[in-house]
């Protein structure tokens, strides 16, 4: 259920940035991510997912804040995907 | 001895006569520091069968330290060649290798770390040239992959046979382990997302063909590997020994070396996930191995009176027609063995348009080849389809099995 705009933290996992932002609840995880890449350029080379330190999750790009349990005052972490393994063929 | 209510004075010298308390002498046997812990059984290892998938800076790694508890059988899957730039972060290989196969290899230096354990080596890849009746016998699988395709397809594997997996990524000072159980909370393709989708389809050509990439290196180091296949396989000898222990299903760590930050986190089931099918249990086991069976025998070999087709699992290329002087040439290779390049007409240098199979059936020029020759494993289990669609059963072929060789295995 929809409660209207909301307090967030919103950081890196590596905590290099870091922001309070007022977003609205029915805002979807993958826009405040987009909005996240954005801000901080991060880098366009690697694929970032949200999480949801309180609820120690990961969220859904196509569901809303609201949808996906996040509530005023939470922190949400930008996190980086690691897919390197294999060393890189010639 | 004086005593006051009911409390008995400890007393230290009487303590040290009397309780009948014998300490083991330290021994020199190969595995007693690890078996001190409470929780380790070194037989329950010694009877494990684990494959590792990529013998890069992750499986060097990850080998290394199954071999060293060990862990009895190995299985190791790789289809590429050893290059100088790999020397940094691949503890297994060394300068005269270049060139080599890293499967074999890694598997052979493994061996050597510990006598007691038998370390298999596949050269090729995970998606089709481990048969699924092979990987069915696996307790789990470890991956140190470099793309989110070859993930794709091993998850896709592992959920066919049944069988748990952890998928290790690495960066330059950060790590993941994620552990997937069929049946239980997210696979790999649950969270596959535009991004993801995006990266995947760049492999390919518009046609569904190999695109020839250059591959990305990702900056990471020897340091970096290290502690990421130790995390994992720690995660893998919990499971070994009880899978309600280390990480749940569907559960992410990830780890920060600098920092240090660590979380662990629960990935997002998709109920709708495209992979999630039954695991494919074989009702029929053929003798006979794929260069000795072909799809029409395994369909008669099955049974079944409406046998129509046999599945191989994977797109099978049959031919390439050319639309500018009409010749058409056959082709019988697996589709991600096919290159794009390939489309132009060597006659006319037209772009030739491409068959692509599923089943075969009757009606493929393949249906009596020998399935080894389509580039089908040993102890693949194959799709029996009944001709009306309504059924089918799964049968698995044999040949050589890498838990049990005659001999070893290239």
């Not at chain 2, 986190?265 to 006979?288: F, Q």
């Not at chain 2, 009944?386 to 295995?409: L, N, T």
């Amino acid at each position: 259920m929809s409660t209207g705009t909301m307090a967030l933290q919103v950081r890196t996992a590596n905590r290099d940035r870091k922001a309070e932002i007022e977003v609205d609840d029915t805002v979807q995880v993958g826009e405040l991510l987009d909005a996240a890449r954005s801000n901080w350029a991060l880098s366009p080379d690697y694929e970032y997912i949200v999480r949801c330190e309180r609820l120690q999750r990961q969220l859904r790009p196509t569901d809303s804040l609201a949808a996906a349990g996040v509530v005023a005052g939470d922190v949400i972490e930008i996190q980086q995907i690691s897919d390197a393994g294999s060393a890189p063929r010639r | 001895m004086a005593t006051r209510g009911n409390v008995i004075p400890f007393d230290r010298r009487r303590t040290r006569r009397q309780i009948p308390v014998v300490w083991r002498d330290a021994a020199d046997g190969r595995y007693d520091r690890q078996s001190l812990i409470a929780w380790w059984d070194q037989e329950r290892l010694r009877a494990a069968r684990v494959v590792v998938v990529g013998a890069g800076a992750l499986g060097n790694e990850l080998l290394k330290l199954l071999a060293l508890t060990g862990v009895g059988s190995l299985v190791v899957v790789d289809f590429d060649s050893i290059a100088r730039s790999n020397l940094s972060r691949t503890v297994l290989f060394r300068d005269d290798d270049v060139g080599m196969p890293k499967a074999l290899v890694a598997a052979e230096r493994a061996g050597a770390i510990n006598p007691d354990v038998r370390v298999v080596p596949v050269e090729g890849d995970v998606g089709r040239d481990l048969g699924l009746g092979a990987l069915r016998q696996a307790d789990v699988v470890l991956a140190g992959l470099d793309s989110v395709n070859a993930r794709f397809h091993l998850n896709r594997r592992c959920l066919l046979a049944g069988v748990p997996w952890l998928n290790v990524g690495i960066s330059e000072t950060q790590f993941q382990v994620t552990r997937y159980v069929p049946g239980s909370g997210s696979c790999y393709e649950c969270t596959f997302s535009e991004a993801t989708l995006r990266r995947f389809r760049e492999r390919y050509s518009c046609t569904g063909l190999m695109r020839r990439t250059p591959d990305r290196a990702q900056p990471t180091t020897a340091v970096t590997a290290s502690i990421a296949a130790g995390f994992a396989v720690h995660d893998a000898l919990r499971l070994l020994h009880d899978p309600s222990t280390g990480l749940a299903p569907g559960h992410r760590l990830t780890c920060l070396l600098d920092g240090p930050h660590q979380t662990v986190d629960e990935l997002p089931r998709n109920e709708a996930c495209a992979a999630h099918e039954p695991a494919a249990v074989p009702s029929l086991r053929l003798d006979r191995g794929p260069a000795e069976l072909s799809a029409a025998e395994v369909a008669r070999a099955s049974g079944r009176r409406g046998a129509g087709a046999v599945a191989l699992g994977w797109d099978l290329v049959e031919a390439f027609r050319c639309p500018g002087c009409g010749r058409e040439a056959l082709v019988g290779r697996p589709k991600a063995t096919v290159y794009e390049d390939e489309l132009r007409c060597p006659a006319c240098g037209a772009e030739r348009q491409v068959d692509i199979a599923m089943e075969l059936g009757p009606w493929s020029p393949f249906w009596d080849r020998p399935l080894a020759q389509l580039g089908v494993a040993d102890r693949e289990i194959l799709r029996v389809v009944d001709a009306d669609g309504a059924g089918g059963a799964w049968v698995e072929i044999g040949g050589d099995d890498p838990w049990h060789p005659r001999g070893g295995r290239r």
